[in-house]
T-cell receptor, first 117, second 110 residues
């Protein structure tokens, strides 16, 4: 299957700082990418849908000013957690939809574990 | 998107078939059934998907009932490495988001 990478895999930051997480589709062009977060022993929660060249669409209850999403190219989407606080500590996972498949297949990255101290 | 219902946990003996059920009674006619799994602290891995017909690939088989209100994922010869949380998701082909439910935690035991 297609490969989606995330960087970094783990990050520790201090409260009040911002952190950027990158999501790349390595062997296909992804016009749509998705960002999820996952708390321990919980399921994945969809945060937002990222479309190349346009503003992201956020799910209800997700603060768009806190979780900035940029999808500047067909292979890269970034999630910036601004002014991070300990409650933002979580496992963040991105996925990318391959438009060359029918139905559109969606591939997930390995995740980024964010710890805010 | 339609919601799905899965048992929270299941056990399976190594080498035996694992049959994971999923109810999706409100599925729409053009929604697909997708199965993903997540091994601890990793991103979800795609397993299989189907619309109406049964499907099989190198990982698993998907059996969808004729009324499409339920399905079963079959791992024919479960191994210890199949221990994971399995998610059944229904979604539209184009534009559909994958909304994860609670999934089934499958434990494969020696």
């Amino acid at each position: 299957g297609a490969v989606v990478s995330q960087h970094p895999s783990r990050v520790i930051c201090k409260s009040g700082t911002s952190v950027k997480i990158e999501c790349r589709s390595l062997d296909f062009q992804a016009t749509t990418m998705f960002w999820y977060r996952q708390f321990p022993k919980k399921s994945l929660m969809l945060m937002a849908t990222s479309n190349e060249g346009s503003k992201a669409t956020y799910e209800q209850g997700v603060e768009k000013d806190k979780f900035l999403i940029n999808h500047a190219s067909l292979t890269l989407s970034t999630l910036t957690v601004t002014s991070a606080h300990p409650e933002d500590s979580s496992f963040y996972i991105c996925s990318a939809r391959d438009p060359g498949t029918l139905p559109y297949e969606q591939y997930f990255g390995p995740g980024t574990r964010l710890t805010v101290t | 998107d339609a919601k799905t219902t899965q048992p929270p946990s299941m056990d399976c003996a190594e080498g035996r078939a694992a049959n994971l059920p999923c109810n999706h009674s409100t599925i729409s006619g053009n929604e697909y059934v997708y199965w993903y799994r997540q091994i601890h602290s990793q991103g979800p891995q795609y397993i299989i998907h189907g619309l109406k017909n049964n499907e099989t690939n190198e990982m698993a088989s998907l059996i969808i009932t004729e009324d499409r209100k339920s399905s079963t994922l079959i791992l024919p010869h479960a191994t210890l490495r199949d221990t994971a949380v399995y998610y059944c998701i229904v979604s539209y082909n184009q534009g559909g988001k994958l909304i994860f439910g609670q999934g089934t935690e499958l434990s494969v035991k020696p």
